[in-house]
């Protein structure tokens, strides 16, 4: 069937062959090539150049988020500080009250100095510790204020001197509480000395602190505004950007993509008259340039394949009617070969059947003939034992064959193949000469590698009966064993060779009608079934040879069975 191809109206063999006008799509591309000579940075170029700026902006939008929040966190983390400061300096009201609570007790109850002293002592170790906990947030708020300048640093440090004077008014009012003395009036003194300057003192420091907190809440709340108006001006640089990218680079582009995926679509339906215009030398006009060539090309294209397919239709057509042939070939060779062995079946089965049965009369009406009777019996059996064997063989290519392979005794089968054909040997005026067997064991089907071995005794005793002699031999070796059967006949051509182990292949002997390639196939196959090998020299070796023909020697090796 001829492929059906649409025919373009643009026809590149008359556009561009020698000696004419090229055809007006080529012209106009490659008038507008000539046309935009002037140098312009690449497509690449520019969307890299677009990309960078747009990345700038981000990255710029990044940098000052990370800025601000960075600034922001500071304050905060400064705040939050201020206000763990606030709760310290309340703390330490609150264990104050409770040292003049106790102290005042301690004196109004007439204690003695020493048990005044242990009274409030554990109140003063709360007090002392609250003292450098105090002294340490101030350490940390100096360092941490040295990226807002030494000012800050100053006025955080002034706190150092504020907690400096309350440690100090606190041991002034232990040294006088520790003296030992009975007068009431001086010790209240010391205590309300501690109480006006302590209150004066933390006072001083809490309206410092909250003072801190609310600059620094009030530098937030700037900073916020300072970033909002960044965060603004670079949304509207970025729209601005986009939009300018976009309308200047992006959307141009799309267009010629557009333009290109309808030329690729009328290339698809088989429409090669595409002339893309090529504006611009970037990656776009290359593309456009290249798809124009590419439609002129594939409309030279289009005839070449189509005179390809015409001879491809001759070649499939030639080699279909080869098939043909060789398949009705193979099925007539199919069907005479099953002929074949149903026909022989069927006609030694009937004199068979007829044998057993006189034999059987014979063993048991007349004591005389006996032994002749069983001769008569074991021949007839052994004749039926070909006729499964012929149909088996013709069941083997349904894959219904099937060995059974065993321990057997070598010198065993040698034995049970020379009786079979001692008598044929005999009859054909030959002489059958077989070399002492070796006591080794090989694993095989029993009953088929005796027929394979007597059908070559057989073609040796049909096919060398002028030489006269025939030589069975054994082959060993370390993981196999064997036989060899050696004539003394014509021997068999070099050409014949490869193919006689092949099914129903015949040399050109003048016995060849025999059924030659019929046994020697099925060697074949049973002994490699078995892991065996079967060889065939021809011309025998000299050293080997049984006489001055040249002769055939046939070798059938199996595996060793290792007990």
């Known amino acids: 069937m001829q492929p059906y191809i649409k025919r373009s109206k643009f026809d590149v063999k008359t556009a561009c062959a020698p000696g004419r006008a090229p055809a007006a799509g080529v012209f106009r591309v490659r008038s507008m090539m000539r046309k935009s000579k002037t140098p312009m940075l690449s497509l690449k170029a520019r969307l890299a150049a677009g990309a960078a700026i747009l990345s700038a ?22 705040a939050v500080t201020s206000e763990t400061r606030v709760a310290r300096y309340s703390t330490l009201s609150t264990q104050a009250a409770t040292f003049l609570v106790v102290a005042s007790e301690a004196v109004q109850t007439g204690m003695t100095a020493q048990t005044r002293m242990d009274r409030i002592t554990p109140v003063t170790d709360q007090l002392r510790r609250t003292f450098t906990q105090l002294h340490r947030d101030v350490e940390q708020a100096v360092f941490a204020a040295r990226s807002l300048g030494v000012d800050a640093q100053s006025r955080y440090g002034t706190q150092s ?10 041991g002034a009012t232990l040294s006088g509480l520790a003296e030992d003395t009975d007068d009431t009036d001086r010790l209240r003194a010391h205590i309300d000395t501690f109480a006006a300057g302590l209150d004066s003192l933390l006072s001083q420091a809490v309206n410092t602190e909250l003072l801190f907190r609310n600059n620094i809440m009030t530098g937030i709340g700037d900073l916020r505004l300072q970033l909002t108006r960044i ?3 670079i949304v509207a640089a970025t729209l601005l950007a986009v939009a300018v990218f976009y309308l200047g680079l992006i959307r141009p582009q799309f267009n010629r993509l557009d333009r290109l995926r309808r030329a690729a679509t009328q290339i698809g339906q088989g429409d ?6 090529v504006s611009r030398l970037d990656e776009i006009g290359q593309l456009s340039a290249e798809t124009n060539r590419m439609a002129r090309a594939l409309l030279a294209r289009r005839e070449d394949v189509q005179a390809q397919w015409d001879r491809l239709n001759d070649t499939i057509a030639q080699r279909t009617e080869a098939l043909r042939s060789a398949n009705a070939a193979l099925e007539e060779i199919d069907d005479k070969r099953r002929r074949f062995f149903a026909d022989i079946s069927h006609e030694l089965r009937t004199p068979l059947t007829v044998i057993l049965m006189e034999a ?7 004591p005389d003939p ?6 008569i019996e074991a021949r007839a059996a052994r004749l039926n034992r070909r006729i499964d064997d012929l149909l088996r063989l013709a069941r083997s290519d349904t ?11 070598l010198c065993d089968l040698t034995e049970d193949v020379a009786s079979e054909v001692q008598a044929e040997v005999d009859n054909a005026g030959m002489t059958l000469n077989m070399d002492a067997m070796p006591d080794v064991a090989v694993y095989c089907d029993r009953n088929w590698v005796r027929q394979v071995l007597v059908s070559l005794l057989r073609n040796s005793i049909r096919h060398a009966r002028a030489g006269r002699h025939i030589h069975v031999s054994p082959e060993l070796g370390d993981d196999h064993a064997g036989v060899s059967v050696t004539d003394n006949g014509g021997g068999i051509p070099a050409k014949d060779q490869a193919s006689v182990f092949d099914r129903f292949s015949q040399g050109n002997s003048a016995t060849a009608n025999e059924g030659f390639g019929v046994g020697l196939a099925l060697a074949h196959w049973v002994i490699t079934e078995q892991n065996g090998s079967i060889t065939l020299t021809s011309p025998v070796p000299v050293e080997q040879a049984l006489g001055d023909a040249p002769g055939t020697k046939i070798a059938v090796c199996l595996p060793r069975h290792n007990t």
Do not use: W
Not at 399 to 409: E, F, I
């Open 57 to 78: 902006g981000t990255i710029l939008t990044a940098l000052t988020l990370y800025l601000g929040l960075n600034e922001v966190a500071q304050r905060l983390d400064a």
């Open 161 to 170: 001197l504020g907690l400096a004077r309350m440690e100090a008014l606190l």
């Open 231 to 233: 965060a603004l001006a």
């Open 272 to 277: 090669f008259d595409v002339a893309l215009p």
């Open 360 to 366: 059987q009369i014979g063993k048991t009406g007349s």
């Open 370 to 375: 006996a032994a002749a009777f069983a001769t």
């Open 399 to 409: 894959g219904q064959l099937a060995l059974d392979p065993d321990r057997v005794m």
